[in-house]
């Protein structure tokens, strides 16, 4: 039942995310101009695979023949959310705390984003609570194919 209900927050956080992503990225168009830096546009377009990889992995899980070729894929998306989450943690100055600051607080660059702040930020969180959830995703994959698990009446000092 908690593997069920994992992938259906990943599959819910995603969905959230493609529409973010792709709102930015269509917003700003295939000009470099209209983004605060090339880096955060390419960050976009790093999220914008992570979401097309993560609704493969979805329907590619059902499919698989064994756990370990999706415990694989499970660690890949878990890099690719944390590579994303973390780019635009550096990029953007954007917090949670900061989107009512006034817009001379903030670089030339990201001033004429403040009214995005908290797209901004959202897309941050999603991308970070799906590195969380794929991390998850992946050590408890790991302990049931490894069947890590505590043994009964064994004691360090013998039986």
């Known amino acids: 039942m908690l593997y069920a209900v994992a992938f259906f927050l990943v599959f819910a956080l995603n969905t959230s995310q493609l529409g973010l992503v792709s709102q930015q990225l269509h917003n700003g168009g295939n000009d470099y101009a209209n983004y605060p830096g090339m880096e955060y546009k390419?960050?976009?377009g790093l999220l914008l695979f992570s979401c097309v990889f993560?609704?493969?992995y979805l329907i590619g899980h059902l499919y698989a023949p064994g756990l370990g070729l999706i415990t694989f894929f499970t660690f890949v998306g878990a890099v690719f959310w944390g590579t994303g989450a973390g780019v635009m943690f550096q990029v953007s100055p954007f917090r949670?705390?900061?989107?009512?600051?006034?817009?001379?607080s903030f670089s030339p660059n990201w001033a004429r984003f403040i009214d995005q702040c908290s797209r901004i930020v959202a897309i941050q969180g999603i991308a970070w609570a799906l590195w969380g959830l794929f991390v998850f995703l992946f050590f408890g994959m790991l302990i049931h194919k490894l069947e890590i698990?505590?043994?009964p009446n064994v004691t360090f000092y013998g039986p």
């Open 149 to 151: 698990r505590a043994r």
């Open 96 to 104: 949670s705390f900061n989107c009512g600051n006034p817009a001379d």
């Open 54 to 56: 993560t609704y493969l």
């Open 42 to 44: 390419h960050d976009l």
